[in-house]
């Protein structure tokens, strides 16, 4: 196995976030500096929520200004327009955008409204848009306990571009407890991600976890041979990725 993976564990999500939150914002600085864009990769889920936080004080406290900075998200539900408070727009707005200078017209989510039709186009056209904007420089990512990242579910090749995807079963269950009202009949059954291989093009992927609920994938994620039953094994073969942890879930490592 070629494991190129650098684990770094953290004694809290805060302070995990204030160091990838200073890294993001060097790799802005130093963009702006040279009249560039930065390309972030964006997550949504609960686990991203305090590294945007911070962002958002380094904005409002340190005049970090993202007028410089591209955005492309990793996932939409599908079925959900962007107004829509369970959506993955809705969140990034609420979340971040709304909070920093950054334009809006630069910032990507996978459109959920596009009819059944028109999806493979959309896909294609957002995959292009990443080369387009020359590629993304740091993509953060949650991890699902299935072993997804963004909506990658299991199984799932190394080489998969942006898709749609069918949810699993325990994905459906643990995103209704947390974010659809406990109501598992509303969270939408399929979803537009990015696909792994888009994922694995990043030049740089921030990996976060927090919790003992999510130490049984981790360690499977960073010990298991890289396979299609967790997709996010796949980051093994990634030459600059970090599993940025704290100490719960890395328990079992
Ligand atoms: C959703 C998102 C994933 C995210 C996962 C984990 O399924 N599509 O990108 O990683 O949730 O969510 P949480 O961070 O709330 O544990």
Redesign the pocket.
């Known amino acids: 196995m070629n494991n190129k993976i650098v684990v770094k564990v953290y004694p809290d999500k805060e302070q995990a976030a204030k160091e990838i939150a200073a890294e993001i914002a060097a790799l802005i600085r130093a963009r702006a500096a040279e009249g560039r864009e930065a390309v972030l990769g964006l997550?949504?889920?609960?686990?991203?929520i305090v590294l945007y936080k911070e962002l958002i004080r380094l904005h409002k406290e340190e005049g970090l200004s993202f007028k410089n900075v591209t955005s492309f998200n990793?996932?939409e539900y599908y079925g959900l327009p962007g107004t829509h408070d369970q959506s993955?727009r809705y969140f990034m707005n609420t979340e971040l955008f709304d909070h920093v200078d950054i334009d809006k017209a630069k910032t990507h989510v996978p459109d959920g409204t596009v009819p059944a039709d028109k999806v493979g186009e959309m896909c294609a056209k957002y995959d292009a848009d990443i080369k387009a904007a020359g590629g993304i420089d740091i993509q953060i990512?949650?991890?699902?306990?299935t072993g997804?990242?963004?909506?990658n579910e299991p199984p799932c090749a190394a080489d998969t571009r942006t898709h749609q995807v069918k949810?699993n079963e325990l994905?459906i269950k643990?995103?209704a407890r947390?974010?659809f009202h406990d109501k598992i009949d509303e969270v939408p059954t399929s979803?537009v991600?990015m696909g792994v291989g888009t994922i694995l093009e990043s030049r740089k992927i921030i990996l976060?976890?927090?919790?003992d609920?999510?130490a049984d994938i981790v360690r499977k994620s960073l010990m298991d041979a890289p396979s299609e039953m967790c997709p996010a094994s796949w980051l093994q073969k990634h030459s600059d990725c970090v599993f940025a942890i704290d100490a719960a879930a890395a328990a079992r490592l």
């Not at 990512?141 to 306990?145: S, T």
């Not at 976060?208 to 919790?211: E, I, P, V």
Request: aromatic share 12%.
């Open positions: 997550a949504t889920g609960s686990t991203p990793l996932d993955y990512l949650g991890i699902g306990r997804h990242i963004g909506f949810l994905t643990d995103n947390l974010f979803a991600t976060l976890a927090w919790g609920g999510k």
